[in-house]
């Protein structure tokens, strides 16, 4: 391969943010596990937001996504050669990241804290806001596991059983906790009659 | 083999409502470096494993040659109790002895962005913080190799990120600032367990100028004008309590000191020895600068880090050169 004077590092994650083909995925995974970081950027650049996401939904603070982003990409890349490549990409660094997560979780003393997202400003209608905070402070409220399934499942559209395989648990119990996860969410959403009674 | 790459897929039992609400939600605003952390982070990993492929090939090769000619040679050149094996040559050395692919400068440094199964350039492309294109000098984005478990741990406790100076391909030039470090280190016990240590994730400061000059005159000096070296501001009698015996306290114990410990090769220092002594292998210099004469008020050389200055906040600098953006 024949890299020009910019090198290889600094195109890695340069956004290449559209999904590359199946035919350019193959080659991409293909180069990336014998080690070229250019072709690694590439192919987890489209998945990266949503892997950004996830840390943050499931740590609730930007300064620990950093760090869990850079362990899920060293971790990613360490363990390429041994990835099968028999599913999604995407339920393979969901798998990661949830881990990664997990682990961030235990070696930190405090609790999750609910109050995240409230001193962003935001362009937003005020009710549009609140509701919002209502969202972000449930969601925070939830248990970790129950937090990646319903990202997973609702907002990112996977199916059961790519989030079983992802948080590695039996198929049934994505079901109950998904449900348990739900319920608590929408209450969260439901028009509240105490807000902006006098 | 096809790795699916349909991003999103309806699933079933997907409840799109409460989907978008959470789609809705904000994104987090990461760092602005970024970019340059995972770069610096997967660049790292990349010349980690290729390094070990590169020791495990020399390994096996002195093993070979150690059983050929009896061993007794070659093994001390592997006894990390010995003076400082230089890992850049390593680095240096194409595992394949085929001509370099890379272009060069005007004195001959290889430049440009690394390959697989071939040495790294002597400087290599990478994306400065700020978006300039330019290069870092490997062994800069290497750092300080460690020689001994006692090193490693050491490092661990003080290997903080750094910015390292990104320069056109004349190698001299500055254009720019990388930052590099941070994440983890992953060694092994000598009972075959394997630790990974977090590193500090703060950014070392620059020292001041004379400071920095001072150390890179101290090290050259001694033998090494590339070595690596730690600071930081403190009192005399942390200064004191850091170096352990190695520098004697004086003086009004409150009054600001600048501590300054150097990492390197320096089995060439001109020692004065007796006739016939060989000369102690020393890697480590350790120096207490009053922040105001700017006079040594103590020194100190020592084959093993300072273990107890670990408890200061140390800054490390490469002393190749200064950073002058």
Known sequence: MVRGEGGAAEAALQAVVMAPSPGQADALLHAARRGDTDAFGKLLAPERPRLESLAYRLLDDRADVADVLQEVYLSAYRALPKYRGDGRLATWLYRITYNACLRHQARRPETIDAEGDQGRPSPDHAASVAERLDLAAALAELPIEQRALVLMIDRDGFDYRAAATALSIPLGTVSSRLAAARAKLREALSPDPERGAV | MNPDRDNVVEAPGRDPELGAALAALPHPELPGD???????????????????RSIATLGLAATLAAVVLGGAALAGAFDSNSHRPPPKVMLASPLTGSPTPY???????????????????????????????????????????????????????????????????????????????????????????????????????????????????????????????????????????????????????????YVAIILGDFTNWLWSLPKGASAPQYSWIYEVIDAVSREVDGSGASAKPFTAAEKLELNIVGLRDRIRM
């Open chain 2, 103 to 257: 272009p060069t400068n005007s004195v001959g440094q290889t430049y440009g962005g690394g390959q697989e199964g071939i040495a790294d350039p002597v400087l290599q492309g990478v994306v400065a913080m700020r978006g300039e294109n330019g290069y870092c000098w490997t062994s800069d984005l290497d750092g300080p190799q460690p020689i001994s478990l006692q090193e490693t741990a050491w490092l661990g406790a003080v290997l903080s990120r750094r910015e390292v100076a990104v320069y056109k391909a004349d190698g001299v030039t500055q254009v720019g600032i990388f930052i590099v470090g941070g994440g983890s280190m992953t060694y092994g016990e000598p009972d075959g367990t394997t630790i990974t240590k977090a590193l500090p994730n703060r950014i070392a400061k620059q020292p001041p100028v004379w400071l920095f000059d001072q150390m890179k005159g101290l090290a050259t000096d001694a033998g090494d004008a590339n070595a690596w070296a730690w600071w930081t501001l403190t009192t005399a009698d942390k200064a004191a309590a850091a170096a352990g015996d190695s520098v004697a306290q004086t003086g009004d114990p409150t009054r600001p000191v």
């Open chain 2, 34 to 52: 970024m970019d340059a952390r995972l770069r610096g982070a997967i660049e790292t990993e990349r010349r980690r494993r290729r390094r070990h």
